[in-house]
């Protein structure tokens, strides 16, 4: 897949070199592209952001350099939609990561200071995303964990003893938790269940704990999903055992 990134910053995004995302960039299971539009400008002083009309503080990025990186980068990537990074976006979460990664490729296109023109939104940004009700410095962080999420969906990118299907919300479910040795660890022993050879058994307390947590932690995603006959019946277990112990009831939201 074919990641193309209009930034400021083009130097944040050697972050990606490390890690699950690294290796499936050497491995060129995907592409990335950066697109800075302070390459663009042709004022003596590679001017980037300009005043914001109707005033107030903080700038706003210069419409012609980035206008013109971003249309670089349509035309090397023509069948990639361009995707701005904002707080103002929908909320990404992994249902759009998994659309994301089934396409040829993307276009993000960073923001700084106070944001874009809201012109070169109209005429040339298809969609906008935001990760979450905070406000960032910029979309760099954005885009990256949005390439992160999307490259490790990507056939190819995991390892075998790594794999996406496994995940935390791939099933709509918080994950379990894990251990490993050693069997005790100041006083705390790792549940025999997982010690027992027993595969259904592990299953079966693995996928309680899921539940569980779930109930505990995020109600709402719960709530969304339909659970088996056997799930209800975990959680039920679950909450049953779990009346009355320190931190053990559902979260307020
Ligand atoms: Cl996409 N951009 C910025 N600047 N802040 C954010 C964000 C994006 N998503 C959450 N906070």
């Not at 659309?99 to 874009?116: D, S």
């Not at 947590?213 to 975990?234: F, N, V, Y």
Request: with cysteine; aromatic share 6%.
């Amino acid at each position: 897949m074919r990641f193309d990134v209009v930034t400021l910053f083009p130097e944040m995004f050697r972050a990606m070199e490390s890690g699950v995302t690294g290796r499936a960039l050497r491995k060129g299971v995907a592409e990335l592209h950066l697109w800075n539009p302070r390459d663009y400008t042709e004022d003596l002083h590679r001017t980037v952001d300009d005043r914001p009309y109707g005033g107030g503080p903080g700038m706003v990025m210069k419409v012609e350099p980035l206008k013109r990186a971003l249309e670089r980068a349509r035309a090397a990537a023509p069948a990639s939609r361009v995707v701005h990074l904002t707080p103002q976006g929908r909320r990404f979460h992994q249902g759009v990561a998994r659309e994301m990664a089934q396409r040829e490729g993307v276009i993000l296109l960073a923001g700084r200071y106070e944001g874009i023109d809201e012109r070169l939104v109209e005429c040339c940004v298809d969609e906008e995303w935001s990760i979450g009700d905070y406000v960032l410095s910029g979309g760099e962080l954005a885009a990256m964990v949005i390439l992160d999420a999307v490259i490790r969906l990507l056939p190819g990118a995991l390892g075998h003893e790594e794999s996406a299907a496994q995940d935390s919300y791939m099933n709509g479910l918080l994950d379990f938790p894990q251990y490993t040795r050693p069997e005790e660890l100041e006083g705390r022993r790792v549940p025999e269940v997982l010690r027992s050879g027993d595969h259904e058994a592990i299953r079966r307390w693995r996928l309680q704990q899921a539940l569980g947590r779930t109930w505990l932690r995020r109600p709402e995603l719960l709530a969304r999903r339909r659970l088996s006959e056997e799930e209800r019946e975990l959680l039920e277990e679950y909450i049953q055992t779990h009346q009355g112990v320190a931190g053990s009831t559902p979260r307020e939201e």
